[in-house]
């Protein structure tokens, strides 16, 4: 005999040796001795229940969802029964006991009167054109219309063509198919089993199905005795393999694909790396890539393999965790290539913490680190803060134009407006602070915090809540809330004006702070009335807005409360509603249930606190 192990159980080809060593090897055999030596001589220096056992161990430790009958194909002949069980239902004993059986015949003396395979040098489509060759013309014709065909013939089509009946169709079809299995039981069909079992090295685990008929040449050889491929007919020996969307995969395909997603949980892999791990599954190396494309829930971007699950989010996550570096929601939409909105994208990097916006339009991931893009206004404040209470407006341009897409017109703008002022060696200071950063007696203004209808998102920024009516509607300008127009730099006698892609939005303060119509950007919207609007200013004057349709009918409670907040994502309790209707007004996250309602009471949000109960 002058067959490795490895030439008689096709899982060894396919298996990275880096998994087989550590379970298979023995001290009295060479390195890679499963591919090395004969099996005799294997079997001769440690015995043939050794390398049984070490098979057995692999098989339950890589293979445990294959048929034992695709690790050993010659169990298919020995024990056709056992063979379509696997390790994981068998045990290794049993297992080791099966292989070991088939070691043992095959090395066997063989009788001296043993007649020698007859014709091995036939084409091998000659051969299986000789099994069929003897059967009557209906018989082929069950085979080729309903055994082997790509649209296989119904058993009623078949009884009406040969007037019988269905169960005799079926009758038919059965001694078909065991008249082939007791064929390849012969001698005669060494050669195509022999071919069978280097077919399963070949295509491994999983491997595109037009694979097969490009193995070898004579698999598209048309069979004279039934007028079909010879691949159709080798397709059926080939037992073990599932055909699924284009791809026969050994044992299960969902099994398989489940395997590949988990190898891939913890992020990203460089397509080079990924491929080899795919390649430990059992897929060849020249088709993991297209494997990995064919499994839902993964993509290969920028030469990355990445999780690529159906939520926006996750998907802007791995987006960004490809490319490394922060990206503007115009880029992230564009490498995402789907059918998503580039305000859906926006509103989601906002309001997910796991994105930190990093400069005016540049989202990053939170766990990069780093300072967070807060607007002008905030970001002169904060540099004040670590100037020790004041600074230069020229050290505060300087910094906050080296590190963000601001101008320096903007910043200087800034830090002359509302919220500054000069100290006395000419540099500036948060309004209503001392020299030393400590606060100065309290002035009384409404803050925005304080201010009915205005909500703070994640990044800093206040949101003015618009409930739509029919003035809104109609184009008719409508009040602002003191704090909110103070909040955006205004002050009486002020005016602002904000650019949308519809036409400006003045808003003005004279007796007090009123908006501009909206009617166009509502219209946009195709907004309704009892809809909702949240809207706020940019640095650069943009009118950022989001829109929520009025809440569907049956919203529990605590959920319409958060929806006036414009958040509209599950949560699990009424405490989890109120801690972020908490953090949305303004408050830290250890204020309780009271404190929350009392600030709501005093800002005049009785809507939400209606829905709360209070």
């Known amino acids: 005999m002058n067959l490795s192990l490895s030439d008689l159980a096709p899982p060894l080809r396919w ?40 098979l057995a161990d692999l098989a339950v430790a890589c293979w445990g969802h294959l048929m034992v009958g695709d690790i050993l194909p010659l169990l298919r002949f020995s024990d056709p029964a056992e063979a379509e069980r696997t390790p994981e239902t068998l045990g290794k004993d049993v297992v080791q006991k099966l292989f070991s059986g088939v070691f043992e015949r095959l090395l066997e003396p063989a009788p001296e009167a043993a007649p020698a395979p007859s014709r091995p040098d036939r084409p091998l489509p000659e051969l299986i054109d000789d099994l069929f060759g003897a059967l009557d013309d209906r018989q082929r014709a069950i085979a080729r219309d309903r055994l082997y065909a790509a649209q296989r013939a119904t058993l009623d089509e078949l009884a009406q063509r040969f007037s019988v009946t269905r169960e005799r169709i079926r009758q038919i079809e059965r001694d078909l198919r065991d008249h082939v299995e007791a064929w390849l039981g012969k001698p005669d069909a060494s050669a195509l089993v022999a071919h069978v079992s280097w077919l399963r090295g070949r295509l491994g685990s999983a491997v595109p199905a037009d694979d097969l ?184 341009v300087t910094n906050l134009t080296a590190k963000y897409d601001v101008s320096e017109s903007s910043v200087r703008a800034y830090s002359g407006g509302p919220g500054f002022e000069r100290t006395q060696r000419g540099w500036i200071r948060v309004a209503g602070t001392s020299p030393t950063g400590e606060a100065e007696p309290y002035q009384p203004r409404k803050d925005v915090s304080e201010t009915r209808r205005s909500f703070r998102s ?26 909110f127009a103070a909040y955006l730099g205004m002050a009486p006698g002020g005016q602002l004006t904000a650019s949308t ?59 319409r409360a958060l929806y006036l907040i414009g958040y509209t994502a599950p949560v699990s309790s009424e405490l989890e509603g109120l801690r972020l209707i908490g953090a949305r007004i303004g408050m830290p996250d250890t204020a309780g249930r009271e404190e929350v309602l009392s600030r709501l009471r005093e800002r005049g949000d009785r809507d939400i606190l209606g829905f709360l109960g209070a």
Request: hydrophobic share 40%; with cysteine; proline share 7%.
């Open 15 to 54: 298996t990275s040796p880096g998994q087989i060593a550590p379970i298979v090897e023995e001290p009295q055999l060479p390195e890679a001795w499963w591919q090395a030596i004969p099996l005799d001589r294997a079997c001769a220096m440690v015995g043939t229940q050794a390398v049984a056992g070490r």
């Open 213 to 396: 008929q490009a193995a070898v040449p004579w698999h598209r050889t048309e069979l004279r005795s039934l007028g079909i491929p010879a691949w159709r007919f080798v397709r059926t020996l080939l037992t073990g393999y599932d055909q699924s969307d284009g791809w026969l995969v050994a044992g299960g395909a969902d099994e398989l694909r489940e395997k590949t997603r988990q190898l891939f949980t913890d992020g990203p892999r460089p397509l080079g790396e990924a491929v080899s791990m795919v390649a430990q599954l059992g897929v060849r190396e020249d088709v993991a890539e297209r494997w990995i494309l064919a499994v839902p829930q993964l993509r290969v971007l920028g030469q990355h393999v990445v999780p690529w699950p159906r939520s926006i989010n996750e998907k802007a996550e791995a987006v960004l965790a490809v490319a490394g570096a922060p990206l503007s929601p115009e880029e992230i939409q564009e490498r995402i290539g789907e059918d998503y909105s580039l305000v859906g994208i926006r509103n989601q990097l906002t309001a997910d913490e796991r994105f930190r916006r990093v400069d005016r339009n540049k989202y990053g991931l939170t766990r990069w680190g780093g300072d967070e893009y807060l607007g002008i206004r905030e970001m002169i404040a904060r540099e004040i803060e670590r100037a020790g209470g004041e600074a230069s407006v020229s050290t505060i």
């Open 458 to 483: 994640r990044d800093g920024r206040w949101w003015h809540r618009v409930d739509v009516n029919a003035e809104h509607l109609r184009g008719s300008g409508s009040p602002l809330p003191t704090g």
């Open 501 to 559: 892609p519809s036409g400006d939005v003045v808003i003005s303060w004279h007796n007090q702070p009123t908006m501009g119509s909206i009617r166009n950007v509502l219209a946009d919207f195709k907004a309704s009335e009892g809809d909702h609007v949240f809207l706020t200013v940019s640095d650069g004057g943009e009118l950022l807005t989001r829109y929520l349709p009025a809440a569907p009918v049956g919203m529990p409670p605590v959920n």
